[in-house]
Nanobody
């Protein structure tokens, strides 16, 4: 079973930054993605990073978030800058076409 482990979340003030990490047992031949979810809402896509590093972002985070990956170590990152209260959510990583297994996610709270 493919595993995903997210880390790096926390409490940050508006305008602050966080860097999330995702360690996965998925083969690095997959396009990987970040997702987020708030209580009562469906999980939403945030960003995708392809095998060779090509990225796509949701309009809500474009220009503020940057995804990257280290294929040699099976790690993916999400650098989040200029955070806004609406970015508050549990963040998850998975493949662009998600596997059935999800990690526990990492909580990001943006609040003053």
């Amino acid at each position: 079973q493919v595993q995903f482990v997210e880390s790096g979340g926390g409490l940050v003030q508006p305008g602050g930054s966080l860097r999330l990490s995702c360690t996965t047992s998925a083969r690095m031949g997959h396009n990987l993605a970040w997702y987020r979810q708030t209580p009562g809402k469906r999980r939403e896509w945030v960003a995708t990073i392809g095998v060779f590093g090509v990225t796509e972002y949701a309009d809500s985070v474009k220009g503020r978030f940057t995804a990257s990956r280290d294929n040699a170590n099976n790690i993916m990152y999400l650098q989040m800058n200029n955070l806004e209260p609406d970015d508050t959510a549990v963040y998850y990583c998975n493949a662009q076409e998600p596997f059935d297994s999800w990690g526990q996610g990492t909580q990001v709270t943006v609040s003053s």
